[in-house]
């Protein structure tokens, strides 16, 4: 995520500073930005000359203190573990000056509880940015307990005027508003899987070719909408006693772990990925996202 952060704010004309502890992933960075800047290319929506500004805007650095000190705006992004978070951002406090403000990128962290290693709380939030950040346009800005209503406001309208879409989370929880329904989905897939009652390739497919189509277009509280509220209600009344509500991960998840069949990484998990199948679909991700993102748009 980070070197994608990079890229965006370093796109829309921001020097950026890049830390990370690890010289072999500072020195991909270039790489990895010009791989990311290609289906822009294909598609017209960028030139050479856009890639190198990008890139002339950045710049490495494996000191936090030298990354910090003069930045008005600092994003997180690493593992999600919770002390690991606190760490950093104690860290970063004393590198920073008053007006700095601090944000992080999980995707399910509660901001309420990194930001307690903090001594300056109210300019603490979070910025969940969806994958990849320099193509998807979405981004919960979300409050914590402590964020001030100055600091909410003037990252939301940061986030907009970075060309982003943003959404305020107005209460801190856990997954905030897109892993609280995403993961939803995932749970009711794998015990889908788990049951029998399907293929994880007939599961997905009814996904991207089913009701997944819209989900760009329109949401899921309009598609009640245009269903009826009364219908909706009826269907639920119905449906809801049988969908799965497990508090822990699938049990079909869990055996695929434990037999070290992880995804990608491994070659294996719900599907199989021979070597250069996962770039493929990458590549056709991002063609596709930014297609939709244009089309929607319009």
């Known amino acids: 995520m980070g070197h994608s ?29 010009r791989k990311n800047f290609r289906t822009f290319l294909e598609l017209g929506l960028a030139t050479e000359a856009d890639v190198e ?4 805007g950045i ?6 203190d030298e990354t910090t000190q003069d930045a008005g705006l600092v994003i997180e992004a690493v593992s999600e573990k919770l002390p690991i978070k606190q760490q950093i951002f104690a860290e ?63 990252v939301y309208q940061f986030m907009k005027q970075a060309g982003k879409q943003p959404v305020k989370v107005l209460k801190d929880v856990p997954g905030f508003l897109g892993n609280r329904m995403q993961h939803a989905l995932w749970r009711e897939a794998a015990s889908l899987l788990q049951a029998g009652i399907a293929s994880a390739e007939d599961i997905d497919t009814v996904v991207k070719c089913g009701f997944g189509l819209r989900l760009a277009f329109i949401g899921p509280l309009e598609t009640a909408d245009l269903a009826g509220l009364d219908l909706s209600h ?19 998840m869990e055996e695929r772990i434990k037999e070290g069949k992880l995804g990608v990484k491994t070659g294996e998990g719900f599907h199989q990925w021979p070597p ?6 990458i590549k056709q991700r991002d063609r596709v996202l930014l297609q939709i993102s244009r089309l929607v748009g319009e």
Not at 59 to 64: G, Q
Not at 276 to 281: E, F, G, Q
């Open 5 to 33: 952060l990079a890229q965006l704010f370093a796109g829309q004309g921001h020097p950026v500073a890049l830390y990370d502890t690890n010289e072999t992933m500072l020195a991909s960075v270039p790489e990895r930005i």
């Open 53 to 56: 500004r990008c890139l002339a």
């Open 59 to 64: 710049t490495l650095s494996s000191r936090l």
């Open 92 to 154: 970063v406090e004393g590198y920073v000056g008053p007006d700095t403000l601090l944000c992080s990128n999980t995707s399910a962290i509660s901001i309420t509880s990194i930001a307690e290693a903090l001594k300056c709380k109210e300019r603490f939030l979070g910025t969940h940015f969806w994958n990849p950040p320099h193509i998807v346009p979405c981004v919960e800005v979300i409050k914590s307990e402590y964020t001030s209503d100055e600091v909410f406001e003037t």
């Open 234 to 252: 009826d269907v639920q009344s119905y449906l809801l006693p049988f969908l799965e509500t497990s508090p822990l991960p699938p049990g079909v």
């Open 276 to 281: 250069d199948k996962a770039d493929r679909i």
